[in-house]
């Protein structure tokens, strides 16, 4: 029961946020609210980036070891692996080696 009463000033926060930047609008005069369109297109964008992207960047980038390979290595495999080469190659070029 705790949890619920801490977890619900967070969600409202978060709602007014959303609110603010004209992703959902208050229905009437109730308490609750429905995306727009925009809100819609802006939400699956940033989701998209973040599984995409960001998420599959953060893998490669915090591998601590080298891998050992596949056991049973696919052609497919090799692509994957010239993929991490470039993209340690980019994060050189960048500056964000550790």
Request: hydrophobic fraction near 40%; glycine fraction near 8%.
């Amino acid at each position: 029961m705790q949890r619920e009463q801490n977890s619900r000033p967070a969600f409202y926060n978060g709602l007014k946020k959303l609110r603010g930047k004209k992703i959902v609008r208050r229905i009437g005069r109730t308490r609750r609210s429905e995306s727009l369109p925009k809100g819609l297109r802006a939400m699956a964008a940033l989701v998209l980036l973040r599984d995409q992207a960001i998420k599959p960047i953060l893998a490669v980038a915090q591998e601590l070891r080298p891998s050992r390979g596949a056991q049973y290595p696919q052609p497919l495999d090799a692509h994957y692996d010239t993929i991490r080469t470039a993209m340690r190659g980019v994060f050189q070029e960048l500056g964000l080696t550790a």
